[in-house]
């Protein structure tokens, strides 16, 4: 007579088969959200190389002006501090 074991399905699993299945789906998710990813850049319109240099140009000039304006700025700024600094000094 033998008797077999009654395994309940409500048992816990031990600690090594939970940190497997962790381990597995960590790798899952990390595989699943690089798919969604290639997925989504999929449906990216993509620029002709035209458009992309022609928006390159607006940006370049845009810094340039940019560059400029920031630098009469400050130029006027130290001007104005050694104007009144000199005027001012004892």
Known sequence: MSEKKA???NTKPGFFTR???GFVRFFA???NAFKNMWRELRKVTWPTREMLVNYTTIVVVFMLFMMVVVGLL???ASKLVNVIMTNFSA
Request: net charge positive; aromatic share 8%; glycine share 24%.
């Open 29 to 31: 998710r990390i595989g």
């Open 74 to 76: 400050d130029a006027g």
């Open 19 to 21: 940190f497997g299945r």
């Open 7 to 9: 395994v309940s399905k």
